[in-house]
């Protein structure tokens, strides 16, 4: 029997480390600390639900777990045999407790492919990455094919890169296998900067090797010797676990010259960042690698022609190294049988926003919207009405109602005006207003830009004003004209994909929610009630019985009125905190 | 040379194969506006960031707008340069770019020359939609005894970064902040005082707008000029006469000389003399070093110091002081030019006239801003009475004697006063680069042979490549020279120096691009190389065409030393022409 422990940033910050700990701690004093393993592994993805412990080989999965459950986990299951009914999830239709992680919900559409080792192995024992196949892929390359072969597989498999573009993996390995140099650079993009997005840090903190050994992999495939993984400082639970990793697989001969006694020598190297969103642009990244400032450079000349160093380079990111030792091991028709025509395998997303099930997920390509939000999201939180989601992060657009039944590929969310991104997934309910949501990611842009190319720099900033004028219930109807042609000429004018991606919230909320954009400028009225400028406080004299609660409770004294008498609201004072709203028990206090 | 055919505008041409759109149109009369973009040809100068995306172009197939001075032409490509897609982008980034500019051109010292108002103009933009509600990026304002800078004007073009960086190889200056904020600065945002600066103004010869300006002297000068009490004797570096025309549409390269004069004059500086003149005294002074350091060093002395390097340039001397003091033994230590002028004025010419040197105000016209830091080191003053009281930049004579309305194309010749304002052509080519050793060999080689030159162009010591080396025989001793201009050139012969592997006996060393005839204060070349070489030529010219071309034939010189300096190198020639150098290093300030 194995108890295996949530130990993704998540669950440990909801003190996982301590219910293992008990664990432990109760098994022992039971004598069983031989019998049962605990094992701490990496995120099993329902971080709604965290923090997370699962019993193999039953499937048990107990959620929200606490370190003074400990005993009656191991009192009553370990040692009983019965699963502990409180701890198990409620499905929240048919209210029946789950035992089978299978038969929820959450899990039964998910295919894992990037996250197949993610929540079963310690991620600190290169044995149990072993014991999975881990490793097998590298073996297989470095005895059965040649780079080239390899180079074939990847592109037969239609692999994509996950980490926004879409680019075909194989291709970009092809290209920089062409190039010829003295040295090339395998280099892994960890510089996770999507608000909201946490999938390559959920594969490094939870299977590290299957990384190492893709990057291996595909210096074997392309040419090169050396590797570098960018990661961002601010991922110290990865860091650490990468570092372990290295080790592991250096001191197995995994990592290191004449892997598996072959000619091939393969290391790699880590590089921090100091998590500038920018830095996730290959080039970019490639310069703060160098020591310069984190700046994009034009393309042509890409990495794979001139990258670190100015050597052939291959930048790929976390979630696309993640699946190619299971393209080599399984084959790649088993991988292309997977997907849509164009867009092949999985994808993981992270869930966010006003949905029930908050946390990571890994679908099959093609898989609908609404299959992602209703049935592994469970819906929208506290019961309201879908209002639309946005994909892709700051860079992707939002899509509505109308695009739930759009099978999710590259291609697809390019074709709706959105975007794959790296996989964040941001849900919004009635209560969200669009305006107030595009500039929440302008904010975003406006704070990540290097400053290096004028549109993106100023251009960005200018949006920004110009939503936060509307929000206010300044906008004119040639406000709107002028944000449109903003947006679209720093999309086309921008130097690197940050900026000609930035204005897509903008233009994706425009080209859906018009309307509510046009009740902002023209009627003065925010529609979701989300802006606080446009909203008006007032007191419906019927109702109100002169409790004076509200007065009381009003921080800048501007409800007047007598005891027992009508109160008046003085909208000069009114800062629109809302306080009046919540301490009057008759619903006297009125918002429009 | 390998050849692809592409279309602008309609026009098929052939071009050279990895050619960018922006070099192509232009060789066929299409003019694509630029802003960041600068290129010097013979110098292997460019900048060319991307950044503001003004040179925009239609590009067949590409779905965004390509920067035309950084997009190669492939085989085939279809350009438009003037759309309305083009021209609307163009417009709506310069707007972007003049939201955030400050619109006081009426009192910015780049009025009239400054680049982004040319491109407004050019661009048609009448008026910034939305600036009501654009906040501006401020900073705070740097006044160094040289430049000020004045990074509200910033657009961030990074010219004055790659001046700094990748040709002075100074490091002063590089992009500081990021988005909205970012600037180029020194580093953590120090005044330039604290930072490695040189004042060699490269930054501000290169800069398109009013963010990196001279300190301007006029103010003070024509202060000295009115009050009666104060003799005002004004000295002319060479470089001056040759690019002064240029501020009043005169052609590069056309010699001003006597206009020059005549201006001064009326200006009202009651003694017009010339800094050729000191030239000729540092070649006396300078060369005889060179020949007892050679004496040396034939005997085998191994504290000969030899290499002698040159130390006229003030740029070049705080170069060595902040980044090689262990070397400070090595540079003549022959004052400049313009500070033996001053120590002269205010000693035998003041005693000549009959009055006190406190009463005596030396202004010198310089192309050069780090003259004005040199004028000011405390180590060239009497009892706190500078050598040199004010120097001001040929820029900033061409203001003023604008501002005096005088008709400067239609001025008569006038010639120098005397005694100080005779020089030879020696002293005239100390503006171009290899001129001061060019002036050195002329007096050196009969100094130390004791034989007339059969010729005097050592054309082999001209050129605008950046290192030159030549040998010029000695009467059968071969004096090896080398010369190096742009300081970045120059710490590569430093380097040499400081490992004792150069094998160079005198090096000539000037902080500018072509020497003086380049330097910070000069008329602005806007990116245009053969303004420098017109200037070059120009000198050559002027030496040319002088009755005596060797400095120890200069009869003021020798009635200098006859009646009051006794021999070059003399005791008093020591106190009053030589210095010495200062570790600098500490005077950096590099922490937050």
Not at chain 1, 283 to 293: D, F, K, N, P, V
Not at chain 2, 443 to 462: C, I, N, P, Q, V
Not at chain 2, 477 to 504: M, Q, Y
């Amino acid at each position: 029997m194995h108890l295996l422990v949530c130990g993704g940033t998540g669950c440990r910050a909801s003190e996982s480390s301590l219910i293992l700990e008990s664990l432990k701690r109760e098994l022992e004093e039971k004598g069983l600390g031989s019998e049962v393993q605990v094992i701490m592994t990496g995120c099993f993805g329902f971080c709604e639900k965290g923090p997370v412990v699962k019993v193999m080989p039953d499937n048990t999965f107990y959620v929200q777990v606490k370190p003074e459950d400990a005993a009656v986990i191991v009192a009553e299951h370990v040692i009983k045999g019965r699963p502990v009914q409180r701890l198990l999830y409620v499905d929240p239709k048919s209210k029946e407790h789950v035992s089978d992680s299978k038969h929820m919900g959450f899990y039964r559409k998910q295919i894992r492919i990037a996250l197949r080792n993610c929540g079963f192995i310690n991620p600190e024992n290169i044995d149990e990455y072993i014991a999975r196949d881990g490793y097998e892929a590298l073996a297989k390359c470095v005895s059965e094919y040649s780079g080239a072969d390899v180079i074939d597989i990847i592109k037969k498999s239609g692999l994509r890169g996950r980490g926004g573009a879409g680019f075909p993996t194989g291709l970009k390995w092809e290209i920089a296998s062409k190039n010829k140099a003295d040295q090339k650079y395998v280099v892994c993009n960890a510089d996770e900067g999507d608000p909201g997005a946490f999938m390559d840090r959920s594969v490094l903190e939870g299977d590290p090797h299957s990384v190492l050994e893709a990057m291996a992999i595909c210096g074997y495939a392309i040419g090169a010797s050396k590797g570098l993984i960018y990661i961002r400082a601010e991922y110290p639970l990865a860091i650490q676990r990468l570092k372990v990793a290295l080790g592991q697989a250096r001191e197995y001969g995994l990592l290191g010259n004449n892997i598996l006694g072959s000619d091939f020598g393969f290391d790699i190297e880590l590089r921090y960042g100091a998590g500038a969103f920018v830095c996730g642009e290959e080039t970019a990244l490639i310069h703060s690698m160098e020591g310069h400032r984190g700046e994009p450079t034009n393309k042509p000349p890409f990495p794979a022609e001139s990258g670190f160093l100015g050597k052939p380079s291959n930048v790929n990111n976390v979630e696309t190294y993640a699946n190619i030792p299971v393209i080599i091991t399984k084959g790649w028709e088993w991988f292309s049988s997977i997907g849509t025509e164009k867009s092949k395998g999985t994808k993981v997303f992270a869930l966010a926003g006003k949905i029930n099930n908050v946390g990571l997920i890994e679908v099959p390509m093609g898989t609908t919207l609404r299959e992602i939000i209703f049935e592994i999201g469970g819906g929208i939180k506290n019961g309201k009405k879908f209002k639309a989601v946005q994909t892709g992060g700051p860079s992707g657009g939002c899509l509505t109602e109308k695009h739930l039944d759009t099978p999710i590929d590259f291609d697809n969310l390019v074709a709706v005006g959105s975007m794959m991104g790296s996989g964040g997934m941001i849900v919004m309910d009635e209560d969200d207003c669009m305006v107030s949501i595009a500039k929440f990611f302008l904010e975003f842009t406006v704070e990540e830009s290097c400053g290096k190319c004028a549109p993106c720099r100023i251009g960005n900033k200018r949006l920004h004003e110009l939503l936060t004028h509307i929000t206010k219930g300044n906008g004119t109807m040639a406000d709107l004209d002028r944000l449109k042609n903003m947006c679209n000429v720093i999309k086309d004018t921008s130097l690197c994909g940050l900026g000609q991606t930035s204005p897509n919230p903008v233009l994706s909320t425009m080209n859906n929610f018009m309307d509510e954009y046009l009740a902002h400028v023209t009627e003065k009225r925010c529609p979701a009630g989300q802006c606080r400028d446009l909203m008006k406080y007032s007191i419906i004299l019927d109702k109100c019985v002169g409790c004076t609660a509200c007065a009381r409770g009003c921080p800048v004294n501007a409800i007047t009125g007598e005891r027992k008498g009508p109160h008046f609201i003085d909208q000069e004072k009114c800062i629109k905190c809302g306080a009046c709203f919540e301490k009057c028990k008759f619903g006297a206090v009125l918002i429009n | 040379m390998e050849t692809i055919k592409i279309t602008i505008d309609n026009k098929q041409v052939e071009v050279e194969k990895g050619t960018t759109i922006l070099s192509a149109a232009r060789k066929m009369g299409i003019d694509i506006p630029t802003l960041c973009h600068m290129r010097l040809d013979d110098l292997n100068i460019e900048n060319k960031p991307g950044g503001c995306r003004i040179c925009v172009v239609e590009v067949q197939g590409r779905r965004n707008l390509s920067p035309a001075c950084i997009t190669k032409c492939d085989d085939g490509t279809v350009i438009r340069t003037h759309t309305p897609r083009v021209m609307n982008a163009r417009r709506t980034v310069m707007e972007f770019i003049l939201s955030d500019h400050p619109k006081d051109c009426l009192i910015c010292p780049k009025s009239g020359s400054c680049e982004l108002q040319d491109m407004a103009n050019r661009l048609g933009i009448r008026e910034i939609p939305g600036q009501e509600i654009a906040a501006m990026s401020t900073y705070r304002k740097d006044t160094s005894p040289s430049i000020i800078r004045d990074l509200d004007k910033c657009i961030m073009c990074r010219r004055c970064e790659m001046m700094c960086n990748d040709v002075q190889t100074v490091g002063a200056l590089s992009a500081v902040n990021r988005g909205f904020m970012a600037a180029v600065a020194p580093a953590f945002e120090q005044n330039l005082e604290h930072s490695p600066c040189t004042y060699c103004g490269q930054c501000v010869a290169v800069c398109p707008t009013g963010a990196l300006t001279e300190v301007d002297h006029t103010r003070d000068v024509l202060r000295a000029i009115v009050d009666p009490a104060k003799v005002v004797v004004v000295q002319t570096a060479p470089a001056v006469r040759a690019a002064l025309g240029e501020e009043f549409g005169l052609k590069p390269g056309t010699l001003v000389t006597g206009k020059l004069v005549s201006a001064l004059k009326e200006l009202g500086f009651d003694y017009v003399f010339d800094t050729d003149f000191a030239a000729d005294l540092t070649i006396m002074e300078e060369g005889t070093e060179l020949l007892n350091r050679l004496g040396k060093f034939l005997k085998g002395d191994e504290n000969s110091n030899i290499p002698i390097l040159t130390s006229c340039c003030p740029g070049w001397v705080n170069f060595f002081e902040h980044n090689f003091p262990e070397l400070k033994d090595v540079p003549s230590t022959a004052k400049s030019p313009q500070q033996m002028f001053g120590a002269i004025a205010k000693s035998y010419f003041a005693d000549k006239i009959k009055i006190n040197r406190k009463d005596m105000v030396v202004v010198s016209i310089m192309p050069c801003l780090a003259k004005k830091w040199e004028a000011q080191r405390p180590e060239f003053s009497v009892d706190g009475n500078p050598d040199v009281d004010f120097s001001i930049s040929t820029r900033e004579l061409a203001h003023f004697i604008r501002q005096a309305n005088i008709d400067f194309v239609n001025l008569p010749d006038s010639d120098f006063d005397r005694p100080l304002g005779e020089s030879t052509g020696a002293g005239v080519i100390f503006g171009n680069t290899g001129g001061v050793i060019e002036a050195a060999v002329r007096t050196a080689y009969e100094l130390f042979t004791g034989k007339k030159l059969s010729r005097l162009d050592f054309t082999e010591l001209r050129g605008m490549e950046g290192v030159r080396q030549a040998t010029i025989d000695f009467d059968g001793f071969p004096l090896n020279i080398g010369i190096a201009h742009g300081l970045g050139n120059a710490r590569k012969l430093l380097e040499d120096v400081k490992a004792g592997r150069s094998k160079f006996h005198a090096i000539e060393v000037m902080a500018c691009p072509g020497g003086c005839i380049g330097g910070g204060g000069q008329p602005l070349h806007h990116g245009d190389s053969s303004i420098l070489k017109s200037r070059a030529r120009a000198l050559y010219e002027e030496d040319k065409n002088k009755p005596i071309r060797v400095s120890h034939e200069n009869p003021y010189i020798i009635q200098l030393y006859k009646e009051f300096l006794g021999e070059p190198n003399s005791e008093k020639a020591h106190h009053l022409l030589h210095t010495h150098y200062f570790d600098r290093k500490a005077k950096i300030v590099v922490k937050p």
